[in-house]
């Protein structure tokens, strides 16, 4: 089945700065590559996703990168802030959307004021 | 804006009894799931759930497992008889097409087995 890493486990970053954590995925069939993030106390909450016909999506301060030969993908955080703070977690599906989701370990971000 | 709610937030139960943890998803959505994630570890794949039936479901949902979806609004997943490692936060989550790609995660139900 499909296997998810996800790096760095903790990440401690400056205000303002920039947050990048990556994750590589072994089934060359997966196609949908979602982030959620999951605030303390709460449910995981979808921030990005990305469909293997892109190589490259952003929405405002967040963009997610796929490459699909290498079997990587990564999600870029600009400019930090406070609320930022929380665990992220990459998965991978292969059918396209929320079915089979495989998700990585999670990243521990904390925004250092 | 509507939400996946879950209950209880947090249950105590011996080891051997029956848990049954309850889910709300949002009302017009089709398709609904059970994850569970264990204390540091990665969310995990317990269930599918489609048209009153399981769609699919991974190695962890052995036969200690259930759902249900007793009536039009509730999603229950029964442990029949806990472990010790069955301690975990459980995450109901539902969205409205298999394909759309956006899951609603509930806020978790956490379960504690001593």
């Known amino acids: 089945g499909e296997n998810v890493e996800q790096h760095p486990s903790t990440l401690s970053v400056q205000e303002g700065d920039s947050a990048v954590i990556k994750c590589t995925y072994s089934d060359s069939a997966s196609n949908y590559f979602p982030w959620y993030k999951q605030e303390l106390g709460k449910g995981p909450q979808l921030i990005i996703d990305i469909r293997s016909n892109v190589g490259e999506k952003k929405d405002q301060r967040i963009a997610v990168t796929l490459n699909k030969t290498a079997k990587h993908f990564s999600l870029h955080i600009t400019e930090t802030q406070p609320e930022d703070s929380a665990v992220y977690f990459c998965?991978?599906?292969?059918?396209?959307?929320?079915?089979?989701?495989?998700f990585g370990k999670g990243t521990h971000l904390i925004i250092q004021p | 804006e509507p939400e996946v709610t879950q209950t209880p937030s947090h249950q105590v139960t011996q080891m051997g009894q029956e848990v049954i943890l309850r889910c709300v998803p949002i009302s017009n959505h089709l398709y609904f799931y059970w994850y569970r994630q264990i204390l540091g570890q990665k969310v995990e794949f317990l269930v599918s759930f489609y048209n009153n039936e399981i769609s699919e479901k991974s190695e962890i949902f052995d036969d200690q497992f259930s759902v249900e979806r007793p009536d039009g609004s509730n999603f229950t997943l029964k442990i029949r008889s806990t472990k010790l490692e069955d301690s975990a936060m459980y995450f109901c989550?539902?969205?409205?097409?298999?394909?759309?790609?956006?899951?609603?995660f509930g806020e978790g139900s956490r379960l504690t087995v001593l």
């Open positions: 998965a991978a599906s292969k059918g396209g959307g929320a079915d089979g989701l495989t």
């Open positions: 989550a539902s969205t409205g097409g298999s394909n759309t790609g956006e899951l609603f």
